[in-house]
């Protein structure tokens, strides 16, 4: 039972990170109908922006953390909104597969230009610990306090975006554009300002996202963000893309699934087949995903 | 006696979530006849549809076609069985060159395997040929084979909507379904249209049913019309016995609906 | 009306002819491999490997429309059991010093083959559950799929674990190479230019329209699937007899990406794009070896420049701009 | 109050409109009628800014509106009622009435115009809680009407308001049309298939025929034109 709980707390931490970037990609699916593959990109530039301040700041320090944790954020809210300004604005309209195709290209990119000796090379470096070391004994259940930074600003950023999106002006706008692009510019919405905003939302989460994996694991390095930014986009699709509950959902399953499994003797060595297997499971019994819409094919 | 039922509905009713979309219908097409099926936008006219032609799996109720039910038989197994249809959002293959969606169709009744396409022996190259021959023959008669390659979507709106009708006759059929083939033409459009269904119904010794807003097109051209509303079937008769039905001026046509048919 | 614009109908039909033909030019290049740069060789190997590769994708998501992402999951499948085989049997059959060229030609082929049809049952696998799902939810499955056969590979000991296999003989050749290139482009071809293989294209174009004509859009989309993932299986092979040793992490989804990559920047469903587009893809990097350094950047930056000036394709030319 | 010249819109190597010009005074009713595929439709969303126009100048109360962005113009008081409606199917009827009123920031203004919206289909009010995509046909073409006026337009642009209605309430939704011009005094740009009755609500029509202007005056003459009659009326 104890070892359960501790697997639970476990796979609740891995999971909430799944969930931040899974937001991500849900919520350009849901405004742009496309699968913005660049975004585990955005994710490891997260990190390595939190590593990059963090080596400056003294370490274990509350405050210090969070500005890791804000500089990370703000600097990912700027690329992503770069990123479409520059890229997805021009190719809008266009074949979504084109769109996808870029977006692996400026994936590509960000991950060269990091890999590069001068930016950063190819070689892994520790990240430093931010956050102030504690392990929490609860019954038994080892807790960090990193797990437990992990858990609580994951929990307060989705909070935060599910208000956002449901109770402000901005919120609407984007459900708005989500439903109908057009429609929503002829009430006079600025559909280039919601789709940037919607890029600086998800890609904040990533940078955040990115800071917290880069504290429980606590390396990082270029090619950082393929693994996680796949699985959060599993984790996506498992909720239903689209679909913010849904993103956080399939999130911590998919976080706890993958604990549980890489814990077992057996199975710890099929741990990365066995998030695809779930989903794959998942989607054949329910082709939108968990949370995602069923709509019936207008014939 | 009448002549037996080539299509029956009995009791058909198909719910999605907690909307009932079609509600216990009952309908007899016999063999040759040309029906109109009218009623309200959102009345389930196109559901029956779907339903007919294997798009939905009816909640209740059968369909059967010659006396053969037709429960979880998939569209393209109903096709087989001699169901075409047209759809009501015109479906033309966007890649496709006219002649093309005529051969697609005509390959129905000669499935020719991966391997055959692979070998290609003289069988195979004849019937290629004579399919080729069928579609030029089809489309001249509907006097589209000028437009023979150029692309389905170059056609005018008109056209493409004939185009479609041919390619639906390319399968061979015994029941042919029209989803608002006159939406969108004009009046003078939809004279050419009543023209070319009664040819086809005659020439191709079909039998058609027919969903359709137009009212003269209807009243021009349906021995029999059902009318649907809010998934049900309120009323069936000869045109002159639905326009003058209480039923259906009140759910429909609305009380000035003399004015209301000249609208249209 | 007169015919005159049409193929030859009667005698071997066209395409026969444009097999024969490719495949005596496959062979006349082997034959004349000893006087050709090796690194030439390795390059034109490496184009007629992503050619196989290119074109048979381009079936799936070109020619049927259906999103596909694990074509590197097939190809491994048919590079594992091919090595396998020929791993097995060729010292049994021939010593430690290798046989003469006749038999292991034979024993390659036999190998190839394996693997093409191994290949292909996993497609048939794969595709049967998966195929009634669209577009993004596709895509992620066939991934998915892609990246559990890796992770298999990965823990069967018997196929070398995460190691990967060694000393696999290096039957491939050239002409090897560009004859199954012609193989692919042929098949792919013929496939799609019958009325039978129109139906791929009205799937593609419209499944509900398709199947109110008859056609059967599951058994499509599944032959699509199947017949490409043996050609996927049949490039593993011969990249497996090329390289010589293989590893499971070399054929997880960055790989499908760059085989995806290829088909959409030579045009989806046009056959003569893709296999330019093939070409260029395996040349880029040769081009940019001297800048090394920043060869993956400049790769990058070529992809996005392309996308943004040339949606619709790099080498598609009759048709403006989709959707 | 609005003046299109010589406007031309394409897609890739298709001009959809080809050189139209045409002119609606304020307070007007003006009607564009054609057939399916004539580049009504196109007019429509270049002058609401979702096309991009390929030449040509359109002027709304003297400032010019090509190169605008939709969300501008709509902020200018150009209201579109766009084909198929587009109501937001997900959210609810309040939802999409709120929706609306984006870009009003005076709440009172907001809750004045929802009250006239009301005025005229009193059907939104009953149901106000509904997801939109559950309403009938003629049900979501009030709500798409009343979601543009909620706007506070000064000029209103309708694409095919009867399009796939029942024929008893396209007479309806068309009475409110020509009441929504009488008692607020908005313009009123009609795009219609069904010739005969944009003719009657409206007081001048220009004919479209495969993107060029070939008729145009006032409703009541056009509605007596042999050759309109044979194409558009039915004889």
């Given at each position: 039972?104890q070892?359960?709980?501790?697997?639970?707390?476990?796979?609740?931490?891995?999971?909430?990170?799944?969930?931040?970037?899974?937001?991500?990609?849900?919520?350009?699916?849901?405004?742009?109908?496309?699968?913005?593959?660049?975004?585990?990109?955005?994710?490891?530039?997260?990190?390595?922006?939190g590593?990059?301040?963090?080596?400056?700041?003294?370490?274990?320090t509350?405050?210090?953390?969070?500005?890791?944790?804000?500089?990370?954020?703000?600097v990912?809210?700027?690329?992503?909104?770069?990123?479409?300004?520059?890229?997805?604005?021009?190719?809008?309209?266009?074949?979504?597969?084109?769109?996808?195709?870029?977006?692996?290209?400026v994936?590509?990119?960000?991950?060269?230009?990091?890999?590069?000796?001068?930016?950063?090379?190819?070689?892994?470096?520790?990240?430093?610990?931010?956050?102030?070391?504690r392990?929490?004994?609860l019954?038994?259940v080892?807790?960090?306090?990193?797990?437990?930074?992990?858990?609580?600003?994951?929990?307060?950023?989705?909070?935060?975006?599910?208000?956002?999106?449901h109770r402000?002006?901005?919120?609407m706008?984007?459900?708005?554009?989500?439903?109908?692009?057009?429609?929503?510019?002829?009430v006079?919405?600025?559909?280039?300002?919601v789709?940037a905003?919607?890029?600086?939302?998800?890609s904040?989460?990533?940078g955040?996202?990115?800071?917290?994996y880069?504290?429980?694991?606590?390396?990082?390095?270029p090619?950082?963000?393929?693994?996680?930014?796949?699985?959060?986009?599993?984790?996506?699709?498992?909720?239903?893309?689209?679909?913010?509950?849904?993103?956080?959902?399939?999130?911590?399953?998919?976080?706890?699934?993958?604990?549980?499994?890489?814990?077992?003797?057996?199975?710890s060595?099929?741990?990365?087949a066995i998030?695809?297997a779930?989903?794959?499971?998942?989607?054949?019994c329910?082709?939108?995903?968990?949370?995602g819409r069923?709509?019936?094919?207008?014939v | 006696?009448?002549?037996?039922?080539?299509?029956?509905?009995?009791?058909?009713?198909?719910?999605?979530?907690?909307l009932?979309?079609?509600?216990?219908?009952?309908?007899a097409v016999?063999e040759?006849?040309?029906?109109?099926?009218?009623g309200?936008?959102?009345?389930?006219?196109?559901?029956?549809?779907?339903?007919?032609?294997?798009?939905?799996?009816?909640?209740?109720?059968?369909?059967a076609?010659?006396g053969?039910?037709?429960a979880?038989?998939?569209?393209?197994?109903?096709?087989?069985?001699?169901?075409?249809r047209t759809?009501?959002?015109?479906?033309?293959?966007?890649?496709?060159?006219?002649?093309?969606?005529?051969?697609?169709?005509?390959?129905?009744?000669?499935?020719?395997?991966p391997?055959?396409?692979?070998?290609?022996l003289?069988?195979?190259?004849?019937?290629?040929?004579?399919?080729r021959?069928?579609?030029?023959?089809?489309?001249?008669?509907f006097?589209?084979?000028?437009f023979?390659?150029q692309?389905?979507?170059?056609l005018?709106?008109g056209?493409?909507?004939?185009?479609?009708i041919?390619r639906?006759?390319?399968t061979?059929?015994?029941?042919?379904l029209?989803?608002?083939?006159a939406?969108?033409?004009?009046?003078?459009e939809k004279?050419?249209l009543?023209?070319?269904?009664?040819?086809?119904?005659?020439?191709f010794?079909?039998?058609?049913?027919?969903?359709?807003?137009?009212?003269?097109?209807?009243?021009?051209?349906?021995e029999?019309?059902?009318?649907?509303?809010?998934?049900?079937?309120i009323?069936?008769?000869?045109?002159?016995?639905?326009?003058?039905?209480?039923?259906?001026?009140?759910?429909?046509?609305?009380?000035d609906?003399q004015?209301?048919?000249?609208h249209? | 009306?007169?015919?005159?614009?049409?193929?030859?109908?009667?005698?071997i039909?066209?395409?026969?002819?444009?097999l024969?033909?490719?495949?005596?030019?496959a062979?006349?290049?082997?034959?004349?491999?000893?006087?050709?740069?090796?690194?030439?060789?390795?390059?034109?190997?490496?184009?007629?490997?992503?050619?196989?590769?290119?074109v048979?994708?381009?079936?799936?998501?070109?020619?049927?429309?259906?999103f596909?992402?694990g074509?590197?999951?097939?190809m491994s499948?048919?590079?594992y059991?091919?090595?396998a085989?020929?791993?097995?049997?060729?010292?049994?059959?021939?010593?430690?010093?290798?046989?003469?060229?006749?038999?292991?030609?034979?024993?390659?082929?036999?190998a190839l083959?394996?693997?093409?049809?191994a290949?292909?049952?996993a497609?048939?696998?794969?595709?049967?559950?998966?195929?009634?799902?669209?577009?993004?939810?596709?895509?992620?499955?066939?991934?998915?799929?892609?990246?559990?056969?890796?992770?298999?590979?990965?823990?069967?000991?018997p196929?070398?674990?995460?190691?990967?296999?060694?000393?696999?003989?290096?039957?491939?050749?050239?002409?090897?190479?560009l004859?199954?290139?012609?193989?692919a482009?042929?098949?792919?071809?013929?496939?799609?230019?019958?009325?039978?293989?129109?139906?791929?294209?009205?799937?593609?174009?419209?499944?509900?329209?398709?199947?109110?004509?008859g056609?059967?859009?599951?058994r499509?989309k599944?032959?699509?699937?199947?017949?490409?993932a043996?050609?996927?299986?049949?490039?593993g092979?011969?990249?497996?007899h090329?390289?010589?040793t293989?590893?499971?992490?070399?054929?997880?989804?960055?790989?499908?990406?760059?085989?995806?990559?290829?088909?959409?920047?030579?045009?989806?469903?046009?056959?003569?794009?893709?296999?330019?587009?093939?070409?260029?893809?395996?040349?880029?990097?040769?081009?940019?070896?001297?800048?090394?350094?920043?060869?993956?950047?400049?790769y990058?930056?070529?992809?996005?420049g392309?996308?943004?000036?040339?949606?619709?394709?790099l080498?598609?030319?009759?048709?403006?701009?989709?959707? | 109050?609005?003046?299109?010249?010589n406007?031309?819109?394409?897609?890739?190597?298709?001009?959809a409109?080809?050189?139209v010009?045409?002119?609606v005074?304020?307070?007007?009713?003006v009607?564009?009628?054609?057939?399916?595929?004539?580049?009504?439709t196109t007019?429509?969303?270049?002058?609401?800014?979702?096309?991009r126009?390929?030449?040509g100048?359109?002027?709304?109360?003297?400032?010019?509106?090509?190169?605008?962005?939709?969300?501008?113009?709509v902020?200018?008081?150009?209201g579109?009622?766009?084909?198929?409606?587009?109501?937001?199917?997900?959210?609810?009827?309040?939802?999409?009435?709120?929706?609306?009123a984006?870009?009003?920031?005076?709440?009172?203004?907001?809750?004045?115009t929802r009250?006239?919206?009301?005025g005229?289909f009193p059907?939104?009010?009953?149901?106000?809680?509904?997801?939109?995509?559950?309403l009938?046909?003629?049900?979501?073409?009030?709500?798409?009407?009343?979601?543009?006026?909620?706007?506070?337009?000064?000029?209103?642009?309708?694409?095919?308001?009867?399009?796939?209605?029942?024929?008893?309430?396209?007479?309806?939704?068309?009475?409110?049309?020509?009441?929504?011009?009488?008692?607020?005094?908005?313009?009123?740009?009609?795009?219609e298939?069904?010739?005969?009755?944009?003719?009657?609500?409206?007081?001048y029509?220009?004919?479209l025929e495969?993107?060029r202007?070939?008729?145009?005056?006032?409703?009541?003459?056009?509605r007596?034109?042999p050759?309109?009659?044979?194409?558009?009326?039915g004889?």
């Amino acid at each position: 039972m104890q070892e359960f709980l501790q697997q639970l707390v476990n796979g609740l931490s891995l999971g909430a990170i799944y969930a931040l970037i899974a937001l991500g990609y849900t919520m350009v699916y849901g405004v742009l109908r496309f699968i913005n593959f660049a975004h585990s990109e955005v994710f490891m530039v997260g990190a390595m922006t939190g590593w990059a301040v963090g080596r400056q700041l003294p370490q274990g320090t509350w405050w210090g953390g969070l500005v890791v944790l804000g500089a990370a954020m703000l600097v990912c809210a700027l690329l992503g909104m770069t990123i479409e300004r520059l890229v997805y604005r021009p190719l809008r309209g266009t074949a979504t597969l084109n769109v996808l195709i870029t977006a692996i290209g400026v994936s590509l990119l960000l991950q060269s230009v990091f890999q590069h000796p001068r930016v950063f090379g190819a070689t892994p470096q520790l990240f430093p610990p931010v956050f102030p070391e504690r392990n929490f004994a609860l019954g038994g259940v080892a807790l960090s306090s990193n797990q437990l930074v992990v858990i609580v600003v994951a929990a307060l950023l989705m909070v935060g975006l599910e208000l956002v999106v449901h109770r402000t002006r901005l919120g609407m706008a984007m459900r708005a554009v989500a439903l109908n692009p057009q429609a929503a510019q002829l009430v006079g919405v600025n559909i280039n300002a919601v789709i940037a905003l919607t890029f600086a939302l998800g890609s904040a989460l990533a940078g955040a996202g990115g800071v917290l994996y880069a504290l429980n694991y606590p390396t990082v390095e270029p090619l950082m963000g393929v693994m996680p930014g796949l699985k959060a986009f599993v984790a996506a699709v498992l909720g239903g893309i689209g679909s913010i509950p849904g993103a956080a959902l399939g999130g911590l399953i998919l976080g706890t699934v993958e604990t549980f499994v890489g814990g077992s003797a057996w199975l710890s060595t099929y741990k990365d087949a066995i998030a695809f297997a779930v989903l794959i499971l998942i989607l054949l019994c329910r082709p939108t995903g968990l949370l995602g819409r069923v709509a019936p094919e207008k014939v | 006696m009448p002549p037996p039922a080539l299509l029956q509905l009995d009791q058909v009713t198909i719910r999605f979530g907690g909307l009932t979309a079609v509600s216990a219908v009952d309908l007899a097409v016999t063999e040759g006849a040309l029906v109109g099926l009218i009623g309200p936008n959102g009345a389930g006219k196109t559901t029956v549809f779907n339903l007919i032609t294997g798009v939905y799996q009816p909640t209740a109720g059968t369909i059967a076609l010659a006396g053969r039910p037709l429960a979880g038989l998939r569209p393209h197994r109903l096709a087989a069985l001699g169901i075409a249809r047209t759809f009501q959002n015109i479906r033309l293959f966007g890649s496709l060159s006219v002649l093309d969606q005529v051969l697609v169709a005509c390959n129905l009744h000669r499935p020719t395997s991966p391997v055959q396409a692979l070998v290609r022996l003289g069988a195979f190259q004849q019937g290629e040929a004579a399919m080729r021959q069928r579609a030029e023959e089809l489309l001249g008669l509907f006097n589209l084979l000028r437009f023979r390659d150029q692309p389905a979507r170059s056609l005018s709106y008109g056209d493409q909507r004939r185009l479609e009708i041919v390619r639906a006759l390319a399968t061979r059929p015994r029941l042919l379904l029209l989803d608002e083939p006159a939406a969108g033409m004009n009046p003078a459009e939809k004279q050419a249209l009543i023209a070319l269904i009664r040819q086809i119904h005659q020439e191709f010794k079909l039998t058609i049913l027919l969903v359709e807003h137009s009212m003269r097109v209807v009243m021009g051209l349906c021995e029999r019309v059902a009318v649907l509303d809010h998934g049900e079937k309120i009323a069936e008769g000869t045109p002159a016995e639905i326009q003058n039905h209480p039923a259906v001026i009140a759910a429909y046509l609305g009380v000035d609906h003399q004015t209301a048919l000249t609208h249209h | 009306m007169e015919s005159k614009v049409q193929s030859p109908k009667s005698g071997i039909p066209g395409p026969h002819l444009a097999l024969v033909g490719a495949l005596l030019v496959a062979g006349g290049v082997g034959l004349c491999s000893d006087w050709i740069d090796p690194y030439h060789l390795d390059v034109l190997t490496n184009i007629g490997i992503n050619v196989i590769l290119a074109v048979s994708l381009n079936l799936v998501n070109g020619h049927t429309g259906q999103f596909s992402l694990g074509h590197a999951g097939f190809m491994s499948v048919g590079a594992y059991l091919a090595a396998a085989v020929t791993l097995n049997l060729a010292p049994r059959l021939f010593g430690p010093d290798g046989g003469a060229a006749g038999p292991t030609a034979l024993l390659f082929l036999g190998a190839l083959l394996a693997g093409g049809l191994a290949a292909a049952l996993a497609g048939l696998l794969v595709g049967v559950p998966s195929l009634r799902l669209k577009g993004d939810y596709l895509a992620i499955v066939t991934l998915g799929f892609g990246q559990i056969i890796v992770v298999l590979f990965q823990n069967f000991e018997p196929l070398g674990g995460a190691l990967g296999l060694n000393g696999i003989p290096p039957y491939t050749t050239v002409g090897w190479v560009l004859a199954w290139a012609a193989v692919a482009v042929f098949t792919v071809g013929c496939l799609v230019r019958s009325t039978y293989g129109r139906g791929f294209l009205a799937v593609r174009d419209d499944e509900v329209a398709a199947a109110a004509l008859g056609l059967d859009p599951t058994r499509y989309k599944t032959v699509a699937f199947v017949v490409g993932a043996f050609f996927a299986g049949i490039a593993g092979g011969l990249y497996a007899h090329f390289r010589l040793t293989i590893t499971p992490g070399g054929f997880d989804f960055t790989k499908s990406i760059e085989i995806v990559v290829m088909v959409i920047l030579g045009g989806m469903g046009n056959t003569l794009g893709v296999i330019l587009a093939a070409v260029l893809l395996t040349l880029l990097p040769e081009v940019l070896r001297p800048v090394a350094e920043y060869r993956m950047i400049l790769y990058s930056l070529l992809l996005i420049g392309l996308m943004l000036v040339r949606p619709q394709g790099l080498f598609c030319f009759k048709r403006g701009r989709t959707n | 109050m609005l003046t299109v010249t010589n406007l031309t819109v394409g897609y890739g190597a298709i001009t959809a409109v080809d050189g139209v010009s045409l002119a609606v005074p304020a307070g007007a009713i003006v009607t564009l009628i054609g057939g399916n595929g004539a580049g009504k439709t196109t007019t429509l969303r270049a002058l609401s800014g979702l096309l991009r126009a390929r030449g040509g100048s359109a002027t709304f109360d003297g400032a010019e509106l090509t190169g605008l962005a939709p969300h501008e113009i709509v902020a200018r008081g150009l209201g579109h009622v766009p084909e198929g409606r587009m109501i937001f199917a997900n959210l609810t009827v309040d939802e999409n009435l709120r929706m609306g009123a984006y870009l009003v920031r005076d709440a009172a203004q907001v809750a004045a115009t929802r009250e006239r919206v009301f005025g005229l289909f009193p059907r939104l009010r009953e149901r106000l809680r509904q997801s939109a995509g559950t309403l009938s046909g003629g049900e979501q073409q009030m709500l798409a009407i009343g979601r543009a006026l909620m706007g506070g337009p000064k000029f209103l642009m309708l694409d095919e308001p009867s399009l796939g209605l029942a024929p008893q309430l396209v007479g309806a939704i068309f009475e409110q049309i020509v009441a929504i011009n009488r008692s607020q005094g908005l313009t009123i740009l009609l795009v219609e298939q069904n010739a005969r009755l944009a003719l009657e609500v409206s007081s001048y029509a220009y004919v479209l025929e495969s993107g060029r202007i070939v008729m145009a005056g006032p409703s009541t003459e056009l509605r007596n034109d042999p050759r309109l009659k044979s194409a558009y009326l039915g004889g």
